[in-house]
C-alpha cells in the first residue's frame, strides 16, 4: 500500500497523525507528459496508496479522500475544519448559494432549503408534470416523424423548461431557451479559461445574454407578479429582498443564475447518461417497467434505482474540493492547515471494496436489500454535510417523473454514442447522442 509513498515529501505532519502517503513524483510526471485525464491519475493513487493519499499537482501537496469514513469525516462531522474556498463556477454564479461562504452561505441556505423540502417541493409537483408532458410531447413527434433528435439536447431542454418554471411560474419560451443556450456552454467551458482577469473576456457575450435573461425575469416577476402557474423561487427571493438588505439585484440575480445551473445542467446530464446506459443494457428497462403498474410505488421505485445507479456511475458532482481551515487528523494522517483536500465521489462510488463489480451498471443496488453498503460516505452523488445539494429531492422527482412518461412509449436507438467522458464542473458524454425513436 505504501510502495510509493515518499516520507519527508510532505510538510512535518501535525502531532495528530502520521504523513499522509504521497504518490511517487515521476508517475505524475508521467502522467502530466502523456496528457492524460486528471481522473486516471486520481484512481491510480486510490489503487496503489488507499483512500486517502496526497498527489503533488503544484508547489504543495493535494489530498485525495475517497474512503468512506474520511469522506464523512470531510464533509459531514467537520466542515468548519474543511472549508469551501472558492467555487469553480464563481465566473457564472456568482455570489450564489453555491459559491457563497460563512454566514452569507448561512443565511441563503435558510432561505432556500424550505422550497426543496416537504411543503416546498409540493409546490413544484404540477410543474414538473406538466414539463414532462411537453417532453414527452415532443418525443411523440419524433416517433411519428422519424426525426433525428440529440437525446442530451432533449435533456436539457426538459430539465431547463422545469427550472424555469419553478422560478418563474412560466413555461420555458423558445426565444428564453435560445437564450439561456449560453449557460451549458460557459460551464463546458470553465475547466478550459485562463486563471486570470482574462477569463471573464472570454466568456463575456455569453454572460452578457445571461445577464439580460436574469434581469428581465426579475423585472417581469417584480411587476407582474406571479406567472399562470402561481409564484416561483425568483418571487421568494424578491420577497426577502423586502426585509433583508443583502438581497440586492445582484444577489438575486446570482442566486437565479445558480439555481438554473445546479437545476438543470446536473439534472440533463444525469438523464443522458441513463439513455445511454440504457442503450447498453435494456434489459434494466424492462425491469423497471415490469416491476409493477403505471402509476404504481413498485414502479417508482424501479425507475428511481435506474436514477440511481446512473448517479453512482456519474454523479452530479464527481469532485468536491475543500481546503483545511486548521490541523487535523483524517483517519490517522496529519492534515495541515493550507492543505487542498478533493473528496471523489467518482472514485468512491467505483470502488471494488464497497461495491460488487462496480463497473456494471446494476440497478438492483438499490432495491434489494444488502446490495448497496450503509455507510453514509459510500454513496453521495450530492454531497454529504450541511453542503449537501439542496435540490437533491428536487432532482430526483423530475427525474423519475420525466422516465415515468418516455420509457413505456419510447427506446431512443442512437446512431452514435460518445466515445468518453469528459470531466469539467460535471462529468459528462464527452459528444453529441443523436438518436431516433422506435418501439
Known sequence: MATDARP??????????????????????????????????????????????????????????????????????????????????????????LAATG?????????????????????????????????????????????????GDEMRRFALDTIWRSLTGHPLDPGTERELAAVPAVVAALPSLPADGAAQGAVAAELAGIDAVASRAITAARELGAGP??????????????????????????????????????????????HLLLDRNPEAREHALA?????????????????????????????????????DDLAGYGIDAGTDVLVCPYLTHRDPGLWGDPERFDPGRFTTPGRRPNHPGSYLPFGIGPRACLGLQFALRE????????????????????????????????GPTPAVLGG
Not at 432549503?113 to 413527434?141: K, L, N, S, V
Not at 420577497?239 to 438554473?260: C, F, M, Q, S, W
Not at 417508482?300 to 464527481?318: G, I, M
Not at 420525466?402 to 427506446?411: Q, R
Open 291 to 327: 416491476a409493477g403498474a403505471e402509476g404504481s410505488p413498485e414502479r417508482r421505485q424501479a425507475v428511481q434505482a435506474l436514477v440511481h445507479e446512473t448517479l453512482r456511475l456519474y454523479p452530479s458532482a464527481w469532485i468536491l474540493p475543500r481546503c483545511a481551515a486548521e490541523d
Open 8 to 97: 519527508g515529501s510532505l510538510p512535518s505532519p501535525s502531532p495528530a497523525g502520521r504523513r499522509v502517503p504521497e504518490l511517487d513524483p515521476a508517475l505524475v510526471g508521467e502522467w502530466q507528459a502523456g496528457g492524460g485525464e486528471l481522473i486516471d491519475l486520481f484512481a491510480e493513487a486510490r489503487e496503489r496508496l488507499g483512500g486517502v493519499a496526497a498527489i503533488r499537482l503544484g508547489p504543495g501537496p493535494t489530498v485525495l479522500v475517497t474512503d468512506p469514513q474520511a469522506v464523512q469525516h470531510v464533509l459531514a462531522l467537520h466542515p468548519d475544519r474543511y472549508v469551501k474556498r472558492s467555487h469553480r463556477a464563481r465566473l457564472l454564479i456568482g455570489d450564489g448559494v
Open 399 to 430: 427525474s423519475t417523473v420525466l422516465l415515468e412518461h418516455l420509457l413505456p412509449a419510447h427506446t431512443p436507438r442512437f446512431r452514435s454514442t460518445p466515445a468518453k467522458a469528459a470531466y469539467s464542473i460535471t462529468v459528462r458524454p464527452d
Open 103 to 151: 454566514e452569507a452561505w448561512q443565511r441563503q441556505r435558510r432561505l432556500l432549503q424550505a422550497q426543496f423540502t416537504g411543503r416546498g417541493m409540493r409546490r413544484y409537483e404540477q410543474r414538473i408534470a406538466e414539463a414532462a408532458r411537453t417532453a414527452a410531447a415532443r418525443w411523440d413527434a419524433y416517433a411519428r416523424t422519424g426525426q433525428v433528435f440529440d437525446v
Open 229 to 274: 402557474d402561481g409564484p416561483g423561487l425568483l418571487h421568494v427571493l424578491l420577497e426577502a429582498a423586502g426585509t433583508r438588505p443583502e438581497y440586492t439585484d445582484r444577489l438575486i440575480r446570482d442566486e437565479l443564475v445558480t439555481l438554473l445551473v445546479a437545476g438543470h445542467e446536473t439534472t440533463a446530464t444525469t438523464l443522458t447518461w441513463l
